[in-house]
């Protein structure tokens, strides 16, 4: 017997006991809890006859720098990651939102050069967008930009470059990232890490 079976069984019990009481037993406090105990197992029971999701995290986009032969494969891994593994869309919008927490980011590639991007994302704090979608002065957004690379988001060069990308592309502008750039800061951090084991060896 499934543990939601067992709970509707207990559900069923506990009405029938209140049933049983208010048929019964003549005392006032005792048909009250008898009501009382009806309505709460009655509850129980269509709480349980809803049917149950379990709420996952989203899925971590691997990033295998041998799949990506073209700007656009780049581009792809990066909108991947921007709905995923980055979280950008808890925040950002793509198009005019009033609930927006962010900035919006349409055409955001076509409007700031790929360097300023990164730095936005690795430095969030070094220029501070403003909110003019509010009469009287503009204000700070009521979310704060994390800093994508460290944790909790973690976010590694390559899926920084490839979250640029798509932002290029997203925009209608030619992606700026070249994939040799790309595959080279994964053989340069390789070799920082296979330096790192030799100069801490014994």
Do not use: W
Request: glycine share 8%; proline share 7%; aromatic share 8%.
């Amino acid at each position: 017997m499934s543990e939601v079976a067992l709970l509707q069984l207990i559900g069923l019990t506990v009405v029938g006991l209140g049933i049983c009481i208010l048929l019964f037993i003549k005392g006032k406090f005792l048909r009250v809890v008898g009501f009382v105990v009806i309505v709460l197992g009655t509850f129980t029971l269509i709480a349980l006859g809803v049917p149950q999701m379990a709420s996952l995290p989203p899925a971590i986009e691997t990033f295998d720098i041998a799949e990506v032969k073209t700007p656009d494969d780049l581009a792809s891994i990066g909108q991947k990651i921007f709905f995923s593994k980055g979280q950008c869309a808890l925040c950002h919008s793509i198009g005019p939102s009033e609930s927006a927490r962010c900035p919006d980011l349409k055409g955001i590639g076509a409007k700031l050069a790929p360097e300023f991007i990164y730095e936005s994302l690795t430095d969030p704090q070094a220029y501070i967008y403003l909110d003019f979608r509010h009469e009287g002065l503009p204000k700070e957004y009521p979310a704060r930009m994390p800093y994508i690379h460290k944790n909790p988001i973690a976010l590694s060069q390559q899926e920084i470059y490839s979250v640029i990308s798509f932002l290029q592309k997203m925009s209608g502008e030619p992606i700026s990232v070249k994939i040799e750039d790309v595959m080279n800061i994964g053989k340069e951090n390789e070799m920082e890490v296979a330096s790192l084991t030799v100069n801490g060896a014994p």
